[in-house]
């Protein structure tokens, strides 16, 4: 039986996922979905520059993907794994489909919505409130953005 990737193998997936929306000029975030035995479900990275949708970050991409491939909209059995604390409408869609679990790298204090500016996914008032996981391989994930944002401003 092979042994379930760790939190840090899975950041390092989601890193590489997201260097795949340099290709459209998009910011490098990448999500992956895995199920309880760790087997990638769904990946995807930042596409709102490539398909012209303010919607299309990273995390909403995974999840529509996940629930694609299980058939069902609740992903009740997963993770998500992304390189940036997700926004308020990410924490949304996450909270919407059940995720138990979300593990992410750099944080956002500037539209974080799980931890830095709001806690959505953590809030008491909210009927599903899954283990949150942050900072892993944050310095990587951070410094992936910093390049991108310092070449994109040259």
């Known amino acids: 039986m092979i042994p379930a990737p760790s939190d840090e193998q899975l950041v390092r997936r989601a890193l ?13 975030i990448g999500a992956v979905v895995v199920d309880a035995s760790g087997a990638e479900v769904a990946a ?13 970050h990273a995390e909403v991409l995974a999840l529509r993907a996940a629930a694609a491939a299980v058939g069902e909209w609740r992903l009740e059995q997963c993770t998500l794994i992304v ?17 138990p679990r979300v593990v992410f ?3 956002e204090p500037k539209t974080g919505a799980v931890g830095s500016l ?18 892993i391989l944050a310095d ?15």
């Not at 990275?45 to 299309?56: I, S, V, Y």
């Not at 924490?91 to 489909?97: E, P, R, V």
């Open 44 to 56: 995807a990275c930042n596409a709102r520059e490539a398909l012209g949708d303010p919607t299309a």
């Open 83 to 99: 390189t940036l604390e997700p926004c308020t409408m990410c924490a949304g869609a996450i909270w919407l489909s059940r995720v």
């Open 118 to 135: 709001w806690d959505v996914l953590r809030d008491r008032r909210l009927n599903h409130r899954p283990e949150v996981v942050a900072g």
């Open 16 to 28: 590489d996922v997201a260097r795949g929306a340099l290709a459209t000029g998009d910011v490098p």
């Open 140 to 154: 990587e994930c951070a410094a992936l953005l910093q390049d991108f944002f310092t070449e994109h401003r040259r």
């Open 105 to 107: 790298g750099a944080w």
